[in-house]
């Protein structure tokens, strides 16, 4: 079992910045791939950025350039730093770990960002 805790969302104004940060704890393995996704209301959850243990990062195009994923393998951390907010960020965001050789996936519960325009 893995544990996902995010943290770093809230309030902010358009133009804005937020880091999130997710924090994973249990049973991880080198071999994972991290990721953030989001839901805004109404619509279906999305990927925003994955980052794999080496380093290696995908991100949606919508949001190239504005937000970047990174992590801290030594203290099972990844975060999402947010630039130049727009009021269509506001979602709760997610953080996602993947284990291929296993084959699981373990979902955080989500931290809420609100973009204020």
């Known amino acids: 079992q893995v544990q996902l805790v995010e943290s770093g969302g809230g309030l902010v104004q358009a133009g804005g910045s937020l880091r999130l940060s997710c924090a994973a704890s249990?049973?991880?393995?080198?071999?994972?791939?991290m990721a953030w996704y989001r839901q805004a209301p109404g619509k279906q959850r999305e990927l925003v950025a994955s980052?794999?243990?080496?380093?290696?990062?995908n991100y949606a195009d919508s949001l190239k350039g504005r937000f970047t994923i990174s992590r801290e393998n030594a203290k099972n951390t990844v975060y999402l730093q947010m630039n130049s907010l727009k009021a269509e960020d506001t979602a709760v965001y997610y953080c996602?770990?993947?284990?291929?050789?296993?084959?699981?996936?373990?979902w955080g519960k989500g931290t809420l960002v609100t973009v204020s325009s």
């Open positions: 249990g049973r991880i393995f080198s071999r994972n791939t």
């Open positions: 980052i794999s243990f080496g380093g290696n990062t």
């Open positions: 996602k770990y993947s284990d291929y050789v296993e084959g699981v996936n373990y």
